[in-house]
């Protein structure tokens, strides 16, 4: 199964108000989430407290698991980009992932980019097992609030069930 989510969505915290969708040619969308949004932040938060979870799994070395990534936020001024990162390890207690998507906003990575993970910036946690999906908190929450023909658009395309 191709790293599907990490090129699926991936979004930035901004300043403004509401959320938006950004649309790139021949890049991932970018969902733009209000810095203020109550819903998102309680996500983060909880992708935060079970990062546990993701550590067993990747160690497990479970030939079931797959698409092990990680969100991390990159600062950008006042607001951040929250980039998904593939090809995750851990090495001690370090985590390396390769930057994902090409960034929108931030200049600090670039797309390929293997780079060592602060686990204080981890905004969300994932992997697959099967048609599960594990973790992926934002994720979860960015498809409860598309339409039913969005989210159905969205599992087709991704080959999940929610």
Same mark, same amino acid.
């Given at each position: 199964? %191709?790293? +599907?989510l990490?090129?699926l @969505?991936?979004?930035?915290?901004s300043? &403004?108000?509401?959320?938006?969708? *950004? ?17 998102m932040?309680?996500a ?14 990747l160690?497990?070395?479970? %030939?079931? +698991?797959?698409?092990?990534? @990680? ?5 950008? &001024?006042?607001s951040?980009?929250? *980039? ?23 200049n ?18 994932m992997?697959?097992e099967?048609t599960?999906?594990?973790g ?7 498809r409860?609030?598309m339409?039913?023909?969005e989210?159905s658009?969205?599992?087709k ?5 929610f």
């Open positions: 199964m %191709p790293l +599907f990490i090129t @969505l991936l979004f930035i915290a300043c &403004g108000s509401g959320s938006r969708k *950004i649309k790139r040619a021949g890049e991932p969308d970018i969902i733009e989430v209000d810095n203020n949004d109550e819903e932040a309680t983060i938060k909880h992708a935060k407290s079970t990062l546990s979870e993701f550590e067993a799994a160690k497990s070395n479970n %030939p079931s +698991f797959d698409n092990f990534a @990680l969100k991390v936020r990159f600062e950008n &001024g006042a951040g980009e929250h *980039i998904w990162l593939g090809t995750v390890s851990l090495i001690g207690r370090i985590y390396y992932g390769v930057v994902a998507n090409v960034p929108e906003s931030t600090k990575v670039e797309i390929g980019d293997t780079i060592e993970i602060d686990t204080s910036r981890v905004s969300d946690w992997f697959t099967g599960t999906l594990h992926g908190y934002t994720i979860k929450l960015l409860q609030r339409s039913k023909d989210q658009q969205f599992d395309e991704n080959g999940l069930t």
